[in-house]
Protein backbone atom coordinates (compact mmCIF):
# COMPACT_ATOMS: atom_id res chain seq x y z
CA UNK A 1 0.00 0.00 0.00
CA UNK A 2 1.35 3.31 -0.68
CA UNK A 3 0.89 5.14 2.11
CA UNK A 4 3.73 7.44 3.73
CA UNK A 5 1.90 7.35 7.44
CA UNK A 6 1.93 11.40 7.66
CA UNK A 7 -1.98 11.67 8.23
CA UNK A 8 -2.96 11.94 11.79
CA UNK A 9 -1.83 8.42 14.22
CA UNK A 10 -3.63 7.35 17.13
CA UNK A 11 -2.46 5.55 20.37
CA UNK A 12 -3.16 1.87 20.53
CA UNK A 13 -2.91 -1.37 22.82
CA UNK A 14 -2.49 -4.83 21.54
CA UNK A 15 -2.45 -7.48 23.97
CA UNK A 16 -0.09 -10.56 24.09
CA UNK A 17 -1.89 -13.34 26.12
CA UNK A 18 1.84 -15.38 25.88
CA UNK A 19 4.16 -13.13 27.53
CA UNK A 20 1.12 -11.50 29.41
CA UNK A 21 2.08 -7.78 28.29
CA UNK A 22 0.01 -4.75 26.83
CA UNK A 23 2.19 -3.40 24.08
CA UNK A 24 1.50 0.63 23.08
CA UNK A 25 1.67 1.66 20.31
CA UNK A 26 1.00 3.84 17.34
CA UNK A 27 -0.92 3.08 14.23
CA UNK A 28 -0.92 5.46 11.21
CA UNK A 29 -4.82 6.16 10.92
CA UNK A 30 -5.25 5.97 7.12
CA UNK A 31 -3.49 2.74 6.45
CA UNK A 32 -3.48 0.82 9.98
CA UNK A 33 0.20 0.34 10.28
CA UNK A 34 1.98 0.19 13.63
CA UNK A 35 4.34 3.10 13.12
CA UNK A 36 6.05 2.50 16.65
CA UNK A 37 6.40 1.44 19.87
CA UNK A 38 5.57 3.65 22.66
CA UNK A 39 6.18 0.62 25.65
CA UNK A 40 5.02 -2.12 27.02
CA UNK A 41 3.57 -3.18 30.77
CA UNK A 42 2.45 -5.97 32.23
CA UNK A 43 -1.24 -6.90 32.35
CA UNK A 44 -3.17 -9.88 32.90
CA UNK A 45 -6.81 -9.70 32.27
CA UNK A 46 -9.40 -10.53 35.58
CA UNK A 47 -9.19 -13.32 37.25
CA UNK A 48 -5.06 -13.57 37.08
CA UNK A 49 -4.67 -10.00 37.75
CA UNK A 50 -6.83 -10.93 41.35
CA UNK A 51 -4.36 -13.86 41.62
CA UNK A 52 -1.45 -11.53 40.90
CA UNK A 53 -2.55 -9.34 43.52
CA UNK A 54 -3.31 -11.71 46.58
CA UNK A 55 0.06 -13.59 45.64
CA UNK A 56 1.79 -10.27 45.79
CA UNK A 57 -0.29 -9.22 49.06
CA UNK A 58 0.20 -12.88 50.68
CA UNK A 59 4.03 -12.99 49.72
CA UNK A 60 4.55 -9.30 51.50
CA UNK A 61 2.32 -10.67 54.93
CA UNK A 62 5.17 -13.43 54.75
CA UNK A 63 7.56 -10.41 54.81
CA UNK A 64 9.59 -11.90 51.98
CA UNK A 65 12.34 -10.33 50.61
CA UNK A 66 11.79 -7.90 47.62
CA UNK A 67 13.59 -9.82 45.71
CA UNK A 68 11.32 -12.96 46.20
CA UNK A 69 8.08 -10.73 45.97
CA UNK A 70 9.21 -9.70 42.40
CA UNK A 71 10.18 -12.99 41.38
CA UNK A 72 6.79 -15.13 43.13
CA UNK A 73 4.90 -11.58 40.70
CA UNK A 74 6.42 -12.91 38.22
CA UNK A 75 6.03 -16.15 38.50
CA UNK A 76 1.93 -15.60 38.71
CA UNK A 77 1.89 -12.79 35.83
CA UNK A 78 3.90 -15.95 33.22
CA UNK A 79 2.53 -18.87 34.79
CA UNK A 80 5.52 -20.49 35.50
CA UNK A 81 5.75 -23.00 38.29
CA UNK A 82 8.19 -22.56 40.59
CA UNK A 83 9.79 -25.39 42.65
CA UNK A 84 6.86 -27.56 44.03
CA UNK A 85 6.72 -27.59 47.78
CA UNK A 86 7.95 -24.71 48.11
CA UNK A 87 6.62 -21.21 49.57
CA UNK A 88 6.55 -19.80 46.19
CA UNK A 89 4.52 -22.39 44.58
CA UNK A 90 2.39 -22.91 48.28
CA UNK A 91 1.26 -18.89 47.69
CA UNK A 92 0.39 -19.31 44.00
CA UNK A 93 -1.95 -22.10 44.49
CA UNK A 94 -3.29 -20.97 47.29
CA UNK A 95 -4.04 -17.65 45.63
CA UNK A 96 -5.14 -19.48 42.47
CA UNK A 97 -7.15 -21.48 44.01
CA UNK A 98 -9.57 -19.39 45.54
CA UNK A 99 -9.87 -17.26 42.83
CA UNK A 100 -11.04 -20.32 40.75
CA UNK A 101 -13.25 -21.28 43.66
CA UNK A 102 -14.86 -17.43 43.54
CA UNK A 103 -14.91 -17.91 39.91
CA UNK A 104 -16.56 -20.97 39.38
CA UNK A 105 -18.36 -21.41 42.70
CA UNK A 106 -16.61 -23.91 44.40
CA UNK A 107 -15.82 -26.22 41.52
CA UNK A 108 -12.24 -26.29 40.59
CA UNK A 109 -9.90 -26.68 43.47
CA UNK A 110 -7.45 -29.08 41.78
CA UNK A 111 -4.19 -26.70 41.72
CA UNK A 112 -4.81 -27.00 45.55
CA UNK A 113 -3.32 -30.57 45.40
CA UNK A 114 -0.72 -30.06 42.81
CA UNK A 115 2.91 -31.00 43.72
CA UNK A 116 1.53 -32.79 46.76
CA UNK A 117 2.26 -36.45 47.84
CA UNK A 118 6.39 -35.61 48.68
CA UNK A 119 6.86 -38.06 51.93
CA UNK A 120 9.95 -36.01 52.54
CA UNK A 121 9.80 -32.81 54.51
CA UNK A 122 6.01 -33.35 54.87
CA UNK A 123 5.65 -31.96 58.24
CA UNK A 124 7.52 -28.53 57.35
CA UNK A 125 5.26 -28.20 54.64
CA UNK A 126 1.91 -28.56 56.33
CA UNK A 127 3.78 -25.95 59.17
CA UNK A 128 4.26 -23.99 56.18
CA UNK A 129 1.57 -24.01 54.36
CA UNK A 130 -0.37 -23.41 57.81
CA UNK A 131 2.30 -20.02 57.96
CA UNK A 132 0.71 -19.42 54.22
CA UNK A 133 -2.80 -19.71 55.09
CA UNK A 134 -2.75 -17.04 57.79
CA UNK A 135 -0.76 -14.57 55.86
CA UNK A 136 -3.55 -15.49 52.63
CA UNK A 137 -6.20 -14.62 55.46
CA UNK A 138 -4.66 -11.22 56.46
CA UNK A 139 -3.91 -10.40 52.58
CA UNK A 140 -7.63 -11.53 51.40
CA UNK A 141 -8.82 -8.58 54.09
CA UNK A 142 -6.15 -6.49 52.75
CA UNK A 143 -6.60 -6.40 48.90
CA UNK A 144 -8.82 -4.20 47.14
CA UNK A 145 -12.38 -5.24 46.71
CA UNK A 146 -12.35 -3.27 43.31
CA UNK A 147 -10.13 -5.87 41.61
CA UNK A 148 -12.57 -8.70 42.95
CA UNK A 149 -15.67 -7.00 41.23
CA UNK A 150 -13.54 -6.39 38.43
CA UNK A 151 -12.67 -10.11 38.35
CA UNK A 152 -16.48 -11.45 39.01
ZN1 LIG B 1 -0.07 4.84 6.76
Do not use: N, W
Request: hydrophobic share 40%; with cysteine.
Amino acid sequence: MDCDHCDAQSGAARYLPARGELRLIRVCDRCGVEVAELGRMPYAPAPRLLTIHLVELTARELRLSEQRVAALRLAALTGEQPEPGSTEALVIERCASYVERSADGGAAAGTLHAGGRRARGKRTAAARKEHIEQAFARALSRHDTRLDKAAA
